[in-house]
């Protein structure tokens, strides 16, 4: 009889040896054989939790998601001002284990197969949603609607492209000029707001 929280330590053990091999020998190269072999458990033992390699990608990267958007909510409900849940999506998505080439490796496969897996491009979808509904519930708070939401798509744009440049670029901008970065172009946006009203 498995000891209880067995499955849920054992599934954790593997999606940390899932992001080891990508982060070490790339998506294509991290077999279920692979993984398993890092995990210290059979390849059957992993199919048996996540049936294939997508099952697997699938469930890392919903664990990576769920850390972000823990981090994410802890920030948003410690904001008292539309500004400061600004900062605060800023600050989450652009945190510095998000800058991590461990987990880097794994968002940028996840990124790659969300265009041939259906599963993985839900995925995706809802994590663009939610980072676009938090920017653009804060914003629409100080501006009209229309300027709110393309602010909230400009910022959401912006702060993956600062990731994804920082990833590929071997961490530059790190996370702190990132950070800053995504601020100037608020502070700059919500100025000419003032200017223009």
């Known amino acids: 009889m498995p000891k209880l929280g067995m499955e849920r330590l054992r599934r954790r053990q593997l999606i940390e040896a899932t992001i080891d091999a990508v982060h070490e020998v790339g998506f294509a190269a991290a077999s279920l054989q692979a993984i398993a072999k890092r995990a210290g458990v059979s390849p059957g033992l992993v199919a048996h939790y996540f049936t294939d390699k997508n099952g697997l990608l699938e469930a890392t990267l919903r664990a990576l998601f769920e850390d972000l958007n823990r981090d994410m909510i802890a920030r948003l409900t410690a904001a008292e001002t539309p500004r400061a849940r600004v900062e605060a999506v ?17 968002w940028l496969a996840f990124w790659a197969q969300s265009l041939h897996v259906p599963t993985l491009g839900r995925i995706q979808r809802i994590y663009q949603r939610r980072m676009f509904d938090n920017l653009f519930h804060a914003l629409k708070q100080v501006l009209p609607p229309p300027r709110a939401r393309d602010l909230a798509q400009g910022l959401a744009g912006l702060i993956d492209g600062l990731w994804l440049r920082a990833t590929l670029a071997g961490g530059q901008p790190g996370s702190a000029a990132a950070r800053r970065i995504a601020r100037n172009y608020l502070d700059a946006q919500l100025a000419r707001e003032t200017v223009n009203a």
């Open 90 to 106: 800023i600050d989450a998505n652009l945190a510095s284990n998000q800058f991590d080439p461990r987990l880097a490796k794994v």
